[in-house]
Every structure is written in structure tokens, then in C-alpha cells.
């Protein structure tokens, strides 16, 4: 059997919702987002959302960290030779920001971890990879890194250039504690009459929801730092539409919803520590991708990382509007599955006389 070369476009239905007014500090003004998704209800949805969002002044979002990682395997052939590799490596630094400024002007070394099993060593490479994801620049970087190591430790052998410790699309806690991609919080405090007018419930349900739903539930699912209703549906829509690494909404998707009452309003936030996007490199040469990444004004001359930053916060906010969505929603028996029967039945419709 050939394998299939001719290039092939798959459609999936999607749409702008908003505008979501970001209130700052570092994104401003009013967004209209794109989604791409086979889950229809999704748009009004999110749509609503960010409608109430917009009303009550506005998200506002902040980056706390941004790193890309990537992990190498080696192996010696004792725990001493292990041992005094990892020791020596910690006072290479300089040495390996030189070879890795030979693989890329963007790339640069923030930080490295270790672990060792046995003989085994782990070594997590953490760069700052400017406007680009990052997957292919730090698995050069990394490469690169590993023929120099390998070359100095001649005890050590090469096991593989992926160690699993990166953490790449699987679900993990050391993303979370030690970052793999852009970690972004967003937040926006919701007045009850708002709350009561377009969200028809009120600050108290959802914050106790997200108690026993979002925070006990995922305990006894027994969830991997992840206390959310539905984050990879908004995180999903958003990649396909901008022409992301998809897959990254497994890591992407541990996030957490923390919702409190400040007297009688809702204070509601998101917490993603694993977003993974950006402005350049695969999957932005389709024309409706760059047609999306200007909308959403990414593509625009500013300094290396500041796109792919912009990228990420308009994400977490949608996550947001969704997320606050969907919650407000299940307060209410029934709401849920008579919006998703209405939304479906007249997508299908549609569908048909088209």
C-alpha cells in the first residue's frame, strides 16, 4: 500500500464568536475569535459568554511563565558515572547557550532539569523559542545538545532523543509544576444582575458547582491537575482555527477553574499552565489561518514572542468564555441538553437544504 502524497484540505465547520473585550494588562480591546469545530453548540455558547464577560468591564489576562521543553534519555553504566554527569552538566550552561544559538537566532536555554532512575538519566531542556510553538526548534536544540554531551561523557550512551519527560501530549503533573509552554491565568468579576439577566442563574450555583463538580469530581476521577468542565472543547475550536499542534490540548486541557462570591458578585478565572501556540512555523501557511491570526492581530511587527504571548491570552479568554458558559448552564436541570437538542437539530437542518 502507497502512501498518499496529494495534499488534502479536511473541512471543518467554523465560525467568529464575540467580541470578547480584554481589559488588559498586556491585551487590550474587543476580539472576535474564531472557532472551528463539528460541535456546533459550542459558538452561542461561547458567544454568550463573552457577552457577559463584556458587560461586566471586561477579562483581564496575564503570562506567567513561557518556556518550551524537551527531554533527552541517556544512559550510564552506573548510578557514579550518572551522578557526576548531571553535576558537571549544571556548570555547562554557557557552554550549551552557545551551540544552541548555532541551531536558532530565537532559541535560548532557560533552564534545565534532571531525574535519574537507576542509570537512567532524564535530562528537560526548558527554551524560550520567541513567536514559534517551539516542537521542532527545541527538539533541534536538543539534538544538537545531546551530540555535544555525548562527545563530553564519552561513559554515557544515547537512548532516545525524547525521554518522555518533556512532557509532550500526555497528560502529566510536571508540566504544571515546572511549565511546558505559556502558562496564562485570566479573570473577570460577573455582577449578579448580570449573572441573573444573561447567564440565568447566580454567583453562588456556580461557585458551588465548580466545588463539587469541577474540584471534587475530577479528585475522584482521579484527574491529573485539572479541575475543569470542558476546556479542551474551547482550546480545540481555537488550535484548528490558528493552526496549532491540536494534540497539545491534552497537556493544554489541565487546567483549573477558581470561582469565588466578592460580596454579590461571581469572581471566575482560569488557570491554563500548558497553553502551547504560536504566530509562525507549521500549519501557518494556510490562507485562512493567516486570515485568522490577522484577525485576531497577531501578525503584526512587534518584538520575537510578543504575537505568540497575544496568541495565548486571546486563548485563555475564550477558554474562559466557554468555560463560564457551560457551568452557568448546568446550574439549571435541563438547560444543558435542550440547548445542545435545539443547536443540533437546526445545524443538521441547515445542513440539508445547503
Not at 530565537?106 to 524560550?128: K, M, P, S
Not at 486570515?291 to 475564550?318: F, K, M, S, V, Y
Amino acid at each position: 500500500m502507497r502512501w498518499q502524497t496529494t495534499e488534502q484540505i479536511a473541512t471543518v465547520p467554523m465560525r467568529v464568536v464575540g467580541p470578547i473585550k480584554l481589559a488588559g494588562p498586556e491585551v487590550m480591546g474587543n476580539i472576535m475569535v474564531p472557532l472551528a469545530t463539528f460541535e456546533t453548540p459550542l459558538w452561542p455558547s461561547t458567544h454568550r459568554g463573552a457577552r457577559v464577560c463584556s458587560q461586566s468591564g471586561g477579562i483581564k489576562a496575564v503570562v506567567i511563565d513561557d518556556r518550551m521543553t524537551r527531554s533527552v534519555l541517556l544512559e550510564a553504566n552506573n548510578v557514579i558515572d550518572a551522578y557526576e554527569a548531571i553535576i558537571n552538566l549544571q556548570q555547562h550552561k554557557e557552554a550549551m547557550q552557545s551551540i544552541i544559538a548555532e541551531t536558532s537566532r530565537y532559541a535560548r536555554l532557560i533552564d534545565l532539569h534532571t531525574q535519574v532512575v537507576g542509570t537512567l538519566i532524564y535530562l528537560r531542556f526548558e527554551f524560550n523559542t520567541g513567536d514559534a510553538a517551539g516542537h521542532n526548534m527545541s527538539t533541534l536544540a536538543a539534538d544538537r545538545l545531546l551530540e555535544w554531551i555525548l562527545v563530553r561523557f564519552p561513559a554515557l550512551k544515547y537512548v532516545s532523543i525524547s525521554g518522555n519527560y518533556c512532557t509532550d501530549k500526555k497528560t502529566s503533573a510536571v508540566n504544571g509544576i515546572l511549565g511546558r509552554g505559556k502558562y496564562v491565568i485570566a479573570e473577570v468579576t460577573i455582577p449578579l444582575n448580570i449573572c441573573r439577566k444573561l447567564l440565568k442563574t447566580t454567583p453562588d450555583k456556580i461557585v458551588q458547582l465548580n466545588i463539587k463538580k469541577n474540584l471534587i469530581g475530577n479528585i475522584v476521577a482521579g484527574g491529573v491537575r485539572t479541575a475543569n468542565a470542558h476546556f479542551a472543547n474551547m482550546l480545540l475550536g481555537f488550535y484548528l482555527a490558528t493552526g496549532q499542534d491540536v494534540a497539545n490540548i491534552i497537556e493544554g486541557s489541565q487546567g483549573m477553574v477558581y470561582a469565588e462570591l466578592r460580596g454579590e458578585d461571581l469572581y471566575f478565572s482560569v488557570t491554563l499552565p500548558n497553553i502551547i501556540v504560536g504566530t509562525v512555523g507549521s500549519g501557518k501557511s494556510y490562507d485562512y489561518v493567516r486570515e485568522n491570526l490577522r484577525l485576531l492581530d497577531c501578525l503584526e511587527e512587534r518584538e520575537p514572542g510578543q504575537n505568540a504571548r497575544r496568541l495565548a491570552i486571546i486563548a485563555a479568554c475564550t477558554v474562559l468564555c466557554g468555560e463560564l458558559s457551560l457551568l452557568a448552564a448546568q446550574t439549571n436541570p435541563g438547560e444543558l441538553m435542550k440547548s445542545h437538542l435545539k443547536l443540533e437539530r437546526q445545524s443538521s437542518e441547515g445542513s440539508h437544504r445547503g
